[in-house]
């Protein structure tokens, strides 16, 4: 659901039909009868945009028939936890929370913590932003276990919560809102109940379906949910699957070349909160329980990493150096940034934001305010040449002689021609071997960013400025070897592991970093993926046998501590014991007296699992969790069915609209959800609910021959012939009404453009009954643009600037559009 | 300057030695032996020639299969699965598949091309001028817009005139010292890549 | 009618890919009346032989159409 | 390269004197095409259409001179209440199958062939030989499926070699190596056939009623004396939705009847003329 494994990830659906010859059941939730639906046992259409309403009547189902996992929900999850009595949740403030606080368009969070005790978020944002910051209530936290009451009675447990926030899910207003049948989500929800327990595990497959949505958060939060409460989360065969688009995207937000995280899930400084000095920031993020306690660890390896030697106790090891974001720097708002000529220079290394960025008009024009543009791909992209090909230049809105943007294209190593490691959507760290050197002039990114930083090094080498401080204390020096200079990968992958300093000798696992400066670790998750100056563990490539236990620990590293499934303390049940022979996976060693198992084990490896904490002497990170609590990154240890911090559209997911949506959200006053990031400006207008100027539902979505912004397979001639075009697929019942016919040209249009495509018209769309009114889904693969061998319109013309509160993620899954038949440009 | 073409002389020698009737008076298969040419007979798969050959992870989506690329002479000649992988076993998708494609595609860059402020077409400049010139304007950017604190007094230490995008496609070192040199060095905050896209 | 330089880097059948000197990677195939054999062009891939392609594009397909192969001092 | 890495891809260790082929099971395929992208880069075959055909998913259109391996997409969709919620195990309601040259046993390709460039190779495989083939292109229409054809620039005929270079060292053939969802089957024809029977009798009591099998002996696909097709396939609809002949047969099965036929009518005439021209005096 919220993905389409036999289209994009194709090797990943070899193993669902390897659980299908084992009895699996398949079932499909899309907006489309995909070629993943055509495997499947079941495929249930939704509407673009429903899938909460989907799944929260599965949790409706599950709560109302009694069919939750009962040991395994009332000792791993939060279900019996007591929360503040002030809370109210949607069914009773018609689709709000308490705490809503309209001048401000925020939620406050006091009402959402546990009675009587504050609970820090889990994710890179611990800081609980209550009205009173890290309040005695908070210290609750060493003093006890959070207020329970085991017998599920007390009104305000977890358990009566979901309960009443649910009761209204009903498998009828799940047909109103999705559009799927009752009968096929009843034999969905009847199937995954079935595939649950001691014995069976169901997982949930998901991608950009689910999170290129306003509500994206809440919809994979929704699959968490009902994975605690079925007992599927941290064992063989079960959770909740990212499948994740790009070979290191997975990389790329661990060591983020993102603007709100520091290396592993650090939060980035905010000039807004208490994180002036580094002690503020050590105490205002530092959880008192669980394993974030051991946050000043990974905070100061990280800067002994950056700065070396001029990290000092006394400069507050150069924290000062890093810089404060002011707010929400991420790619939705940065390209707003750049239509206003804050921005002046830009890197693109490798991706292509015309075709991949939202209101694609928008971004070609605001380039043209750009002082200098620097792109480094394997060929010319539209990004590249938007300043002669760009759909402001084609509409003689501008001429290239008025852009003053100064332009390079700079060509890219590409695999084989560089060696390194990409980080998999199983947090498998795999080393690529260099075969070959890059051809004429192009290089790797590593050796374009080295010798960038070793010029400006150079450059700044004699100011006494203050500001210039942190570019000549970084540690910049790297072995390189060959003509072209190539740094060494597996130098920075020894940086990243970590060592300990000043002797530099490999850190062995995350257990043996320190808060005295005594140890560097650039990404304190990847510990123990160099242990040692010769062994490289991304490196090592040796799959277990056809005997087993087929958790292929010497294949690769994944992080953290080469754990293939985290959270494996909850495969086994709370005394220890493997849950079933079949799902057995970690147990508690008797004679040992030590956890042991196929994996590497996600506990403290003597902890009894009957393991109480001593409350008299007020214990920190994990001596506060006793012996049956798998989710050790969360305060209390306990899956967290309820949320209390760190969420900001609220601590249970409710079903929103879209926020372009042809219908009124069918179960609550509330349309759209209320934090959900709007930048309303002229150059990024959103269409009012049920605007009749665009009655059709668009979805956007990817094809398996193409990939991302299309550039490595439309410019690649054996993969531009497979989907030569750019087209959209919409139903025959549309296409009549609209005398349409096959492959003819057809425009699409938003408040934000207007595009052309061909029409392939298809039974594997259906229209939709949506609370007594039909809706037509319209579908566009968004890879196309002028550049390459395959061409078309980029469909992100028609998007807008939207994202997710908590992680401005864009809404391309479903918007509203028009449609005509004809042609945009007079042939 | 000799051109390649089989000359008479040699189209008459190949007919007699692959000539087929003698051997199928001789008793062989008409449609098998008898007519199998020297040419067939030697045939071998490419990968025989190859003079180096490593494991790379294909380039493509993040499942991770692995791939062996063959090269000869410094140049790719080949990439297919890597039967050892547990991931993939052997087996690739058709992007995967096209990995040795995009190595080779013609619509391949391999020199720099500079615009040149309100210009109407590239012009080629060399690698090191390029690296220098956007040292330069890197240097001259922060310089203009380094920001200490902020009115209030508040500690900021950045500058909001540059930004970076990538890369998801892009190894972990790579991103590692993007992250590094940009924010750590530089103090840019505008710092993203597809992971929201 | 255009010639360019290079190694043959792979070859299959009739049909070779030339790594130009220029830089760059181009697909061919050999017409009839030039007149060479697979079994020629494969030696030309063993012995990386320093070649001269004259060639036409060809509209139906995202290749070269050689009309002759010359071999070039190293 | 790993020396008989088909054992690793495909169980497999090809030895000459053996007969291998495919065996394609539509039930598992996804219609990725990974089959023909993997066969265009082995073969350095080159793209040859860049135009929507609007046939589904399948842009490929047909096997060709320079496509070796064709993905067709077949959109069944509605069934009874015209919606495709529960259905069969497997590939349903929208039909791929990945087709290629059959490698019939007794091939009438090979058999029009006058020059022995298409023979049989040792294992069991037919493939045209470059340096003997002249162009002349009987081949072309003797084919019952529509396989090989000219290529208007080297002048010679091309289908699919089953990968014979890669054969000889011991490698799996390129498609098969790549599929996804092991779709394609490489191995020894008598075993492939046994686990296709298998296969079939197994999706039987899955309820998959409708998979029988195309190309094994008397089976439809191997009719018309071809023998049997040492690559074959599982298939769910009938052959014409995948626009497979129902009855394919050998050319030369009719060699007889048309010489007659054609000595018959040349008497007819022969007499015709001699009686207009004996009438006339």
Redesign the interface.
Known sequence: MGSNL?????????FV?QA?DKGATIIHVDPR?T???????????IRAGSDIAFLGGLINYILERDLWFKEYALNYTNLSTIIDERFQDASALDGLFSGWDPDSRSYKYDSWQYQGEDVPASIAEHYVNTTESYSEKLRRLEKGPPPRDPTLKHPNTVYQILKRHYAVYTPEKVEATTGC?R??FL?IAEALTRASGRERTGAFCYAVGWTHHTTGVQMIRAAAVIQALLGNTGRPGGGVFA?????????????????NM??SYLP?PQ??KPH?TLDEYLQSETPPTGFWNNFPKYAVSLLRA??GDHATKSNQWGF???????GD????P?TL??ADG??????????N?VI??SNSAMIQRAFANL??L?V?????TET?SF??AGKPVRSGELR????????????GA?????E???????R???????????????????G??????R??QA??ADSTD??DA??KA?T?EYPTSGETDEPS?EA??K??NGFTWPDRRQIGDVHELKDDGSTAC??WT?AGVFPKDDHNQARS?R??GPDGP?T?LG?GFAWPSNRRTIYNRAAADPEGRPWSERKKLIWWDAEKQRWDGYDVVDFEPEKRPDYEPDWSRHPKGMAALDGRSPFTMIADGKSSLFVPSGLKDGPLPTHYEPIESPVHNPLYGQQSSPVAKQWRRPDNHYHPVGDPRFPYVLTTYR??????GGT??R???????????G?IELTPELADGLGIK??DWVVLSTLRGEIEA?A?I???L?PLEISGRRIHQIGMPWHFGWE???KGDIANVLTSVVGDAN????EGKALTCNLRKGRLRPQ | MTKIHRRFADRVAGFVRDWSLPRQIAGESPYSKAAESSLSQNLRPRLTEADKVGTIICPYCAVGCSQLAYAKNGRIIHVEGDPRSPINQGTLCPKGSATFGWLTSERRLDHVLYRAPYGEHWERRPLAWAMDRIAWLVKQTRDETFVDELPDGTLVNHTLAMASLGGATLDNEENYLIKKLFCGGLGMVWIENQARV | MATVSGIVTVAQENRFQLALDEGGTRLFVVTHNAAIDPDQLAALQAQQVHVAVTFRPVDELIAGEARAITELPR | MIPDEAELTAGVKIEPGKSYGFFTDTTRCIGCKACEVACKEWNLLPADGLHLTGMSYDNTVGLSASTWRHVAFIEKISDGDGRATEMAPYQSNWLMMSDVCKHCHNAPCLEACPTGALFRTEFDTVVVQQDICNGCGYCVPACPFGVVELNMIDGKAHKCTLCYDRLKGGLEPACAKACPTDSIQFGEVGELQQRAHQRVSELHELGVDSAYLYGVPNSPGATGDLGHLNAFFLLTAEPEAYNLPAAPSRASNRVGPSLSFGLAAAAGLALAAAALFGWQK
Do not use: C
């Open positions: 036999a289209e994009n990830h194709p090797i990943a659906f070899r039909l299908k009868f070629r993943t639906s055509a495997l499947a046992d079941i495929y249930a259409p049948p009968a096929v034999k499948f994740r688009g790009h070979s290191s995207i997975q990389g790329s937000t661990d060591i983020p070349t993102l603007y520091l290396p980035q000039a807004h002036a950056w700065y000062p150096w890093i810089p404060r974001i002011v720097h991420s790619q939705l940065m940034a750049i804050v921005i002046r220079g830009l890197f693109v290394l490798g991706q934001p991949g960025g002082d200098w620097v480094r791909d394997f060929t010319e590249a300043w002669y290239p002689q008025d852009i003053k943007t100064e332009v390079f294209l700079m060509p590409l695999i084989g021609e560089k390194g490691t990409f980080t998999g959507t199983h498998l760290v795999q080393f690529h071997d260099k075969i070959v050197e890059p051809p004429g002039e192009a290089r790797s990114e590593l374009f960013i080295y010798h960038l930083g010029r400006l450059l700044y203050e500001k942190p570019v970084l910049w990968a920075v992958l940086e990243m650039g990404v990847y490539r799959p277990d087929g292929h294949w094809l398996t021959e193409h990939h991302a490595p397979t410019s690649v001639a054996v993969t531009a012939e497979l989907q030569p075009e087209f096959h492959l061909k392939l298809t039974e594997r259906r390459g061998y395959a992680t401005t993620m864009h």
